[in-house]
Each structure stands twice: as C-alpha cells, then as structure tokens.
C-alpha cells in the first residue's frame, strides 16, 4: 500500500534503515558458510520466480530477469533480518517476527484484491456474457450458419485465449448445440454417435432452418 505524508514517510525510512542494520548484524553473525547459505537460497528464488514469470501470460508487472533478480534481493534481505533478529532477540521472536510477516502479506494481498474487485464492473453471466451479447440469435440463423460457426469456434477454442473470451465461446456453443438439437433431434443425435465433437460439422446431420412466427415453427429436409 502506498505511503503517503511526512511523518509516515519518515518512520518508513527509520524502518528501513533499522532492518538494514539487523540484516548487517544477520550477515556478520553468519560469516562464510551461513552467507554462502543465504545467497543460494537467494539464487534458487529467483530461479523459482522466473519461471513463473515465464509461464505468466502477457502483460507483466516486471520483466523475468527484473522477477528473478527481485524475488533474490528479497528473499536474502529476509534471510539475514531474520539472522539478525534471532541473534539479537532470540529465536523465538524469529518466528513470531514471520508469523507478524506472513499474515501481513496476507491481508495485505487481500486488500488489493478486494479493491480490485470494487473496481471492475459486474458482468452478465452465462446467457448474457459479453462476448455472447454482439452475436446473432441462435434460432434466427440458418443451419447452415450454425455449422459454420461451430466449427470456427471449435478451431478459436485450440488457440490461446483471454479466459473470458473462452468462457464466451464455451457459452455461445452451448446455444448452437441446443437450437441445432432442437431442429432435428434424430439428425443431432446421428451427429454425436458419428464421433467427437470438437469442430466437426454438423450440416450432413441437422436439418431444419430457423425459428418461425407463423404456424409452421420448422421446415425439414428429407
């Protein structure tokens, strides 16, 4: 959270420096072998947060290199702070010092989330999901229409996706399954027993042509 008047800003800056001096005493107890320790630890992090950062889809806070050199800085700086703190309070504040760290981080976290949340504007679901809401009406397209787009969402689907736009996609192939079930139930249930579904077309199958006003709601092929 961000660190806003004078006064704040200055018990900031006494924090800080006060950790950095229990870090220097952490660094000074350990010596060799206990530093070396401290930066292994330190590299296998940033090791860890690269990957992530690796995996993490576009756009990113920081850049991998900018994650892994971060998430080491941290994790050492911790490391010889806690040293410190034990040397100097004992171990059993230690922990307690990571238990106050930890839960911190916690609502910390929890807080951004619930602010972001706030902020972002609800979203109609299933039937009325976005990406659902700019196509056409199902039962007003042709079969031959309803095939096709099938079939495109089905090759969309393969691809990398926003998560929202998947869900969308997933949502409008429900709709075209159901108006495709409901003009030829026997021609749609010739079309799953053919094989998988995926983006199979199913215009050899399903006949019938749109949704009618008049007497006459459906017009079958023979």
Do not use: N, Y
């Not at 994790?75 to 040397?87: E, H, I, M, P, W």
């Amino acid at each position: 959270m961000p660190v806003r008047g004078p006064f704040a800003r200055f018990l900031a800056g006494v924090a800080l420096v006060l950790l950095a001096a229990v870090a220097v005493i952490g660094g000074v107890a350990l010596r060799g072998p206990g530093l070396v320790a401290v930066l292994v630890s330190g590299a296998m992090a940033g090791c860890i947060a690269a990957g992530v950062a690796r995996e993490t889809p576009a756009p990113r806070r920081r850049s991998i290199t900018e994650s892994a050199l971060h998430t080491a800085a941290v994790t050492v700086a911790v490391l010889l702070v806690l040293s410190g703190a034990a040397l100097l309070l004992g171990g059993g504040f230690a922990v307690l010092l990571v238990g106050m760290a930890g839960a911190g981080w916690a609502v910390t976290r929890w807080l951004r989330r619930r602010q972001v949340e706030a902020g972002r504007p609800a979203r109609v679901q299933d039937f009325g999901h976005p990406v659902v809401l700019g196509m056409p009406v199902a039962a007003g397209l042709p079969t031959s229409e309803l095939a096709d787009e099938w079939v495109r969402t089905g090759v969309a689907l393969r691809g990398s996706l926003e998560p929202a736009t998947r869900q969308g996609l997933v949502v409008r192939r429900s709709q075209l399954l159901d108006e495709l079930e409901r003009r030829d139930p026997d021609g749609f249930a010739r079309w799953l027993a053919a094989g998988p579904l995926d983006s199979a077309d199913p215009t050899g199958f399903v006949r019938g042509g749109p949704r009618r006003s008049g007497p006459s709601s459906e017009t079958k092929a023979a």
